[in-house]
């Protein structure tokens, strides 16, 4: 068993997931974010469980070519998006979870960081990007910031995985008029987050062969 590099490992995995999709059919457009997920997870249930709604796929890689602030609810998830591809589409990535008034108002009103972080990324001025793939409770507050009129995130990547309010959470996102990915179900998570990030970035800023 020779080692491969990793490029080459990478490639020959999505052969593999092709082969084993076999004659099922993806959306062209998608069909690069379902492969990833499934080559993150080695979970083909995301084949179907991803939504996308309408035209997110060319809205995305626009928002990401014109430079964004994404923020994500956990740090495990910023650290997946790849660095290399940030920089090429002059885009940041940014988590409040580890912030001091967030974690001190969190406290004080008896809720979850998640939640006030969604309320710090309202503040932001740039184009914004929520990546989703812990909190519900972060989904939840997002949905109410959106009605409030205090933030319109360009794109909303809800993948939180779990088992309370984590179906509904994602409900609220999915009948949104907002560009959106989200993991219908329970499954989900920051590995997740952050591969559906990495896809749309690869395909706003195509990798050298070493990213």
């Known amino acids: 068993m020779e080692i491969m590099k990793p490029m080459d490992i990478e490639n020959k995995s999505f052969e593999i997931i092709s082969h084993e999709l076999g004659d099922r059919v993806l959306d062209k457009n ?8 499934i080559h993150t997870t080695a979970d083909f249930e995301y084949a179907d469980n991803l939504v996308f709604s309408e035209g997110v796929i060319e809205k995305s890689v626009g928002i990401l070519k014109a430079g964004a602030c994404i923020v994500t609810d956990t740090q495990m998830a910023m650290a997946g998006i790849n660095k290399a591809a940030v920089a090429r589409c002059s885009c940041e990535v940014m988590c409040f979870m580890s912030n001091s008034e967030v974690a001190e108002q969190a406290l004080a009103e008896g809720t979850t960081r998640a939640a006030i972080s969604m309320r710090k990324a309202a503040e932001i001025e740039k184009p914004l990007i929520i990546v989703v793939g812990n909190a519900p ?16 995130p360009k794109l909303i ?6 088992f309370v309010n984590v179906v509904e959470s994602k409900e609220l996102i999915i009948n949104r008029n ?17 591969a559906i990030v990495n896809a749309l970035l690869y395909m706003a800023s195509p990798r050298n062969s070493n990213q």
């Open 30 to 37: 998608c069909e690069p974010v379902i492969k990833r997920v």
């Open 137 to 152: 409770t972060a989904l939840i507050e997002l949905n109410n910031l959106i009605n409030e009129g205090k933030v319109e």
């Open 157 to 162: 990547v809800g993948v939180p995985v779990g």
């Open 178 to 194: 907002i560009p959106s990915i989200v993991a219908r179900g329970r499954k989900g998570g920051s590995n997740v987050a952050a």
